[in-house]
């Protein structure tokens, strides 16, 4: 018995080691790709599909929340059927829905990952009993995805194996979630000074095309009191060309 039991624990953590091995092999690849892609839908495309080939989860899925706080299905992999399934909740209200008790309504609303480890006997997940059991899915675990200090969606992992999800194996997931909401932030962010430059250079052509029509002499100086500008107005009263008024001062044209 003692033999048995050795050899039993020796393959027991053997199996631990090959899973955080897997799992530390699957960070790295997350944060190559956080490195080096700068698009958003192609970061969320290929977390998915380094939780499938590097990961080896059952399913993995990453879900994001519209404006009116409806799912959408950003992306998602796993067998067809899944995936077909899947897609289909996207446009739910998952706070109004028997979602609300799952993991996916337990990370939106709490902020925090929601695990079942055995979800064919959660009471929560009751109602997706049939589908779980066809798609050979034994344990679920949800992670939030914040921008800008706020839930705004997930990142789903399932498993084939009940009790799948140690704190070992919770602590490196958590890790490559906040990593991905770090990305998604800069992405926000980027796109956001994006925006307001283009606001700035429509303001300036606006402001340059008023100028430039007016039909009064305006001549702008700085607060050094050199001239920085004249219209063409200004240019045909003074009867220099632009170049030239730009280099007289003040004085020489009072």
């Not at 337990?106 to 066809?134: C, Q, T, W």
Request: glycine share 4%; aromatic share 8%; with cysteine.
């Amino acid at each position: 018995y003692g033999i048995l039991q050795d050899v039993t624990e020796r393959k027991l953590a053997e199996e631990k080691l090959i899973k955080l091995n897997r799992l530390y092999a699957f960070i790295s690849a997350i944060n190559h790709s956080i490195v080096h892609i700068k698009e958003e839908d192609e970061l969320l495309k290929k977390a998915c599909s380094i939780a499938m080939e590097i990961g080896k989860f059952k399913t993995a899925w990453i879900g994001l929340l519209n404006e009116e706080d409806k799912l959408e299905v950003r992306d998602v992999l796993g067998e067809p059927a899944v995936v077909q399934v899947v897609k289909k909740r996207s446009g739910i209200d998952v706070q109004n829905s028997p979602f609300r008790n799952t993991g996916i309504g337990k990370a939106l609303r709490n902020g925090i990952y929601a695990v079942s480890n055995d979800v064919l006997n959660d009471p929560d997940m009751h109602f997706l009993k049939e589908e779980l059991l066809n798609a050979g899915i034994r344990a679920n675990i949800v992670f939030h995805i914040k921008k800008s200090g706020k839930v705004t969606g997930f990142f789903s992992f399932s498993s084939d194996t009940v009790n799948f999800f140690d704190e070992a194996e919770i602590v490196l997931l958590q890790e490559a979630a906040n990593n991905i909401s770090f990305a998604l932030e800069n992405f926000d962010r980027t796109e956001r000074h994006k925006i307001a430059e283009e606001k700035v250079k429509e303001s300036e052509l606006r402001y340059r095309s008023i100028i430039e029509q007016a039909n009064d002499a305006i001549c702008i100086i700085d607060a050094s009191m050199k001239f920085i500008d004249f219209n063409p107005y200004a240019c045909q009263v003074l009867g220099y060309t632009r170049e030239e008024a730009m280099q007289k001062s003040v004085t020489d044209l009072l």
